[in-house]
């Protein structure tokens, strides 16, 4: 796996720093910031600075349980930065991945975001460049560019409409089917869209994101048969989605227990109550925490317990006690490429069910 490149800083930071005692004991080693225990004394000072600061912290569901439990709002990418765009916060502090943070500053231009690591970044992000789609744009002049919003901000400005995993399918079945469309980045999610649009002009970039991908069709079928009683959450960027749907329809799964959802699907189905005492989970494994807390008397259980993102944990305690402290690391965007990405993340909107994603 190859480690994302880590966006530059803006070179005029916005914020001064404040004084805080905790941050003689922050460390920075083998890549993350570390040296605080995410104490009552943490957790106060948080507040406090967050307070000073008039920010308002936002964590994604795959984020750590404290982490989570100490953020203002916690979602999906999307969900999260239209809460961001809808604040009085002077300031943004978003627990995730740096295009997460970029889509909040998209979506928010006149607000200070901050990310507490920008180092930390995104494999499936990072499966295609600007470059790399301006080269594919122009092998198909004529197509529609659809972007999974796991893409950076120069990507999103290349793109004609941007999708999460809950509106793909309506996305792509809203554009002229004579036209062309270039589904990027995610081969998963596009191979779940063409199956389900049933078009055959979509062509689908091979990119996937590692810790998705490893949570594979052969886990899925172990685990299924020797849990005949769970139900499944799948989220449609993993490998193992096309699987279930094959089991499924082979009869080894009965479709009924198959349920493919965004994060943000996960937790309305578990908060409505689900029909079984246990659930297996087929997504990154910080998804566990919400969904715990949204049905504590049902088991969900991981897929694969190792699909960890190392990017998403890079928000330690301590990196967010420093960027609260010292208010790094500011994410920006210029201006022609946030007008434009806008412009794509707009046009997605205007179709609706624009919550989901990953
Ligand atoms: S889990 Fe995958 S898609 Fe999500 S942030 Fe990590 S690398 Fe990116």
């Not at 948080?46 to 984020?63: G, M, S, T």
Request: net charge negative; hydrophobic share 40%.
């Amino acid at each position: 796996m190859t480690a994302p490149t880590a966006p530059t800083a803006p070179s005029t930071p916005s914020l001064r720093p404040l004084d805080s005692p905790l941050t003689a004991h922050l460390n920075y080693e083998n890549g993350t910031w570390g040296g605080i225990t995410p104490d009552a004394a943490w957790a106060s000072e948080i507040r406090r600075l967050k307070e000073l600061r008039r920010a308002v912290i936002l964590a994604h569901n795959y984020q750590i349980p404290e982490i989570q439990d100490i953020a203002d709002y916690t979602g999906d990418s999307l969900a999260l930065s239209r809460i961001a765009a809808r604040t009085d916060a002077e300031v943004i502090v978003f627990c995730g991945v740096h295009f997460m943070a970029e889509s909040a500053k998209i979506l928010s231009p006149d607000k200070t975001v901050l990310i507490p690591d920008r180092a930390a970044g995104c494999s499936l992000a990072d499966s295609i460049t600007a470059d790399q789609l301006r080269a594919w744009r122009a092998e198909h002049p004529g197509a529609v560019v659809v972007s999974y919003v796991n893409t950076t901000a120069e990507v999103k400005a290349l793109t004609d409409i941007c999708c999460t995993s809950s509106n793909a399918v309506d996305v792509v079945a809203s554009i002229d089917p004579e036209r062309e469309i270039l589904f990027c980045p995610d081969q998963f999610l596009g191979a779940h869209v063409k199956r389900e649009t049933g078009r055959d002009n979509i062509h689908i970039w091979a990119g996937e994101c590692h810790v998705h991908a490893g949570i594979n069709g052969a886990k899925l079928a172990e685990q299924a048969a020797s849990q005949p009683e769970a139900d499944l959450y799948i989220h449609p960027e993993c490998g193992c989605a096309n699987s279930a749907i094959y089991l499924a329809g082979e009869g080894v799964i009965a479709p009924e227990r198959v349920h493919m959802l965004s994060t943000g699907g996960m937790l309305d189905l578990a908060s409505a109550g689900p029909s079984t005492r246990r659930v297996l989970v087929a997504t990154e494994v910080g998804m566990l925490h919400q969904l715990r807390k949204a049905a504590p008397n049902v088991d969900f259980q991981p897929v694969n317990e190792r699909a960890s993102c190392t990017y998403m944990k890079m928000i330690t305690p301590a990196a967010l006690l420093r960027c609260l402290a010292t208010g790094a690391d500011e994410v920006d965007v210029a201006p022609g490429v946030a007008t434009a990405a806008r412009a794509s993340l707009e046009a997605m909107i205007a179709i609706g069910q624009p919550g989901g994603g990953e």
